[in-house]
């Protein structure tokens, strides 16, 4: 399994494994999207989303961010992502479809990424992220 969750006393705790930086950020991208709004099929929305931060911790933060303005703005819900990362500027290509809460409802509802216990790290051969979401 890509990501899991974690137990957390108020939020939402996730942890991220991917084979590269950038499948790890995209599965922390499918981790939080599917918490807000699962059953998504990426049908009719895409978005182009481009970060620039001094650190690999905030580029994450600051990505997952712009998603859930997006989703809030805009009313998506998001589920597919390609990510690419090139030194502290990500680029991804963001596909979802509009939120319906027929199809949708019953995720729970993001407020924010917390940096507090946001870390990044290797274990083996897989990079390891770890997300505190607001809810």
Not at 65 to 81: G, Q, V
Request: aromatic share 8%; hydrophobic share 40%.
């Amino acid at each position: 399994m890509p990501y899991e969750v974690l137990d957390h006393t108020a939020d939402v705790k996730f942890r991220v494994r991917g084979r590269t930086l950038a499948e790890a950020f995209e599965e922390a991208a499918r981790a939080v999207c599917e918490t807000m709004a699962p059953n998504c099929t990426p049908e009719g929305v895409v978005r182009r989303v481009e970060v620039e931060a001094a650190d690999t911790e905030s580029l994450l933060a600051d990505f997952l961010s712009e998603l859930l303005y997006l989703s809030d703005a805009e009313s998506i819900a998001f589920c597919s992502f390609e990510v690419e990362i090139l030194g502290n500027r990500l680029t991804a290509l963001c596909r979802g479809e509009e939120f319906r809460r027929e199809k949708h409802g019953g995720g729970a509802e993001i407020k924010g990424i917390s940096y507090s216990g946001l870390s990044i790290y290797r274990e083996g051969e897989s990079y390891i992220l770890e997300i505190i979401a607001d809810v």
